[in-house]
């Protein structure tokens, strides 16, 4: 999360325990806060949805967490930019095509019982495609399934935003032992954010699976443009005696040099450029020896 500057992050299959969840707790509640939903019969082996939020980028104080499903269907709405608020499905669908209908309905019956939000993002692992170039071998997935979850999306005002844009393309997500591939894996959004979502992108995960990542950057309406920002010198340095002492010798080299081109400045050679110089290599010092 940290590599690719994840906010929230979306996570099937947990198989998380209370246990598991206190440890994890325990270990990076300084940084993530994680949300579980269990599941009730099997929570160590079946099923399991989780929500990551990164403390670091969010704040995490007013988040509202909705079970509709457990260990299968959970809801987050938390602010995103200023005072807006944005809600999130978080979907683990069964593997069974024909429990699909039972699935999506009970979703949205429960979605209208509860008077939940205007739904922005509905993601996870679908186990269902609605369209045959989503497979290969292509092939359409069970019709009873497929229009269960088509209902569910004109419900709720979704879309496969990323289909949309790529009414042609195929990117798989899971790949089988049985050599077929498939985009199982896919974030829908609110048409309202059509405009406002960017940077798609499929990708492997650091702990090992069968699944890939999708990620999406949001970027609200109105929201100020932020830059990558400035490298701070990690507090660790202050105490390295070597990186000091080749940065004193190049101070003293870089004295010389200065009381030399006051009295033989140029355009090329004088006292403001080689003191940039100066700056921008101990800067590539440090960060050399931060990798170390």
């Known amino acids: 999360m940290r590599e690719k500057k994840i906010s929230i992050l979306c996570i099937q299959e947990t198989h998380l325990t209370q246990e598991h969840e206190t440890q994890i707790e325990s270990l990076y509640s300084r940084r993530l806060e994680v949300i579980n939903s269990r599941d009730p019969f099997r929570p160590g082996n079946s ?14 104080t007013d988040t509202i967490i909705t079970e509709i499903i457990p260990g299968r269907a959970l809801a987050l709405s938390i602010k995103w930019h200023n005072n807006e608020c944005i809600t999130i499905l978080n979907i683990y669908a069964p593997n069974n095509p024909t429990k699909h209908p039972e699935f999506w309905d009970t979703i949205s019956t429960t979605w209208l019982e509860k008077d939940l939000p205007r739904l922005d993002f509905m993601m996870g692992d679908f186990n269902l495609t609605e369209d045959a170039l989503d497979r290969a071998p292509a092939r359409p997935d069970n019709e009873n399934a497929s229009n269960a979850m088509r209902d569910l999306k004109h419900k709720l005002d979704i879309q496969d935003t990323w289909r949309s844009a790529n009414p042609t393309s195929r990117l798989f997500t899971f790949y089988s032992n049985t050599n077929s591939y498939s985009r199982l894996d896919r974030i829908y959004t609110s048409p309202q954010h059509e405009q406002n979502v960017h940077n798609w992108e499929s990708c492997t995960t650091a702990i090992p699976s069968d699944h890939k990542m999708v990620l999406v950057r949001f970027i609200p309406k109105n929201a100020p443009f932020i830059g ?30 200065m009381t030399h081109q006051f009295e033989n400045r140029n355009e ?4 403001q450029i080689t003191w940039e110089e100066f700056k921008v290599n101990i800067n590539q010092l440090a960060k050399r020896t931060a990798k170390e």
Do not use: Y
């Open 47 to 60: 099923a399991g949805v989780a929500f990551v939020l990164n403390k670091e980028i969010i704040n995490t």
């Open 228 to 257: 990558k920002g400035r490298w701070t010198w990690p507090l660790s340095l202050m105490n390295d005696k070597k990186l000091f002492e080749d940065i004193s010798n190049q101070g003293i080299t870089l004295q010389q040099q």
């Open 268 to 271: 090329v050679t004088n006292p």
